[in-house]
């Protein structure tokens, strides 16, 4: 493409091409296709596989939840439902469930949201006892083979205390009365669920995790792997953006850059250049490539540095160093007195709520 023919291209134009770029990287499609494999083993086995997938915010687990959408689509195929008293409905094949795990979830909210989800017309009505039952009716009659979970660190409080054990139980009830994979996404302190719970950890495959890409191991070796899958998809970026690079990104020095800027987070890389393109769509006067001074200006408006105690690295003050570590959501977890106290008070609380609720 020419330079005018560049120009003649609408900014918003050039912002949905950015947006809608999709990098299939290593450790993306390590993930997807262990999902895909156990959503294949549903009938296999009398105990569907389970999996929980795990790592700080941007790496993914969102873009995965979204791919699978798109490859697991619901097929129309018109059986009807009738569960007197609610309404008849007609039943879609839907092979992959997917729902976003509601904030302080309990079963009703949970079992409303699949149901929601299902497309029951009827998904408000009901209570905590009847939905499990309605949610059964339902996979067998969608077909469902899996139940995907996102957001599924919303059951663990930050204290790593489960925030209500009858949720986790009926977890447990819909595995084994449907043999369905159930795949939960969120933040590594999800773990916490299957630690306290035996059963869950029977049922569950080990954590599996997404994190940022390296470019030095614990030891300050360069992890040359990591660099390597890292600078690769940088790449696939620079051949697949709407508008040319000045410069060539797999120079160690440039890459470097991109890996300050985004600390190895695919999701943060994306925002970066999606931020440019909101520049230029603000400013015809800003040429219609991606520099090193269009990447400083779009560095400062799309991170908040000061709180990560990070500089620019696209400003003439950049030395080379390596960015702040991610704060790793596996590990910050606190000691077994803090984590009793906390289930202590939250227990108090529900016997509080009980106590009005009789009243």
């Not at 770029?21 to 262990?34: A, K, L, N, Q, Y």
């Not at 792997?225 to 797999?250: H, M, N």
């Amino acid at each position: 493409m020419t330079v005018q023919d560049l120009l003649e291209v609408p900014p918003r134009t050039l912002y949905r091409q950015m947006a809608s770029i999709f990098v299939p990287h290593p450790r993306f499609m390590r993930i997807m296709e262990e999902v895909r494999l156990i959503l294949s083993l549903q009938d296999c086995d009398d105990e569907a596989p389970c999996l929980q997938v795990s790592g700080p915010p941007g790496v993914g687990k969102s873009t995965l939840r979204k791919k699978l959408a798109q490859e697991y689509q619901a097929v129309p195929d018109g059986r009807l439902i009738d569960e007197p008293p609610h309404p008849v409905m007609t039943a879609d094949r839907i092979p992959l469930l997917q729902f976003v795990m509601p904030p302080a979830p309990t079963v009703k909210s949970v079992g409303m949201e699949m149901l929601r989800t299902f497309g029951d017309p009827a998904w408000h009505r009901g209570d905590k006892y009847s939905f499990g039952k309605r949610v059964d009716r339902l996979v067998a009659a969608c077909g469902t083979v899996g139940i995907l979970i996102d957001e599924a660190q919303r059951a663990v409080d930050r204290n790593g205390v489960v925030v209500t054990e009858e949720l986790a139980d009926w977890f447990k009830s819909r595995h084994d009365e449907n043999n369905v994979s159930l795949i939960f996404l969120g933040l590594g302190r999800l773990s916490y669920l299957f630690e306290q719970d035996g059963q869950h950890e029977r049922r569950c495959d080990a954590e599996l995790r997404m994190p940022a890409y390296r470019w030095r191991t614990g030891d300050g070796m360069d992890d040359l792997e990591d660099q390597a899958q890292f600078i690769g998809t940088l790449l696939a970026f620079q051949k697949l953006s709407p508008i040319p690079f000045d410069f060539d990104v797999t120079e160690d020095r440039i890459a470097l850059r991109f890996y300050y800027a985004s600390r190895g987070v695919i999701g943060a890389l994306k925002k970066l250049l999606k931020m440019c393109m909101r520049i230029i769509a603000q400013n015809p006067a800003v040429p219609r490539h991606i520099t090193l001074e269009l990447l400083e200006e779009a560095f400062d408006r799309a991170f908040r540095k000061e709180a990560h105690r990070m500089i620019n690295p696209f400003s003439s003050t950049y030395a080379g160093q390596l960015p702040p570590p991610i704060e790793d959501d596996s590990l910050s977890r606190p000691d077994v007195a803090t984590r009793r106290s906390a289930k202590k008070r939250r227990l108090r609380k529900e016997n509080v709520n009980q106590a009005l609720t009789k009243r």
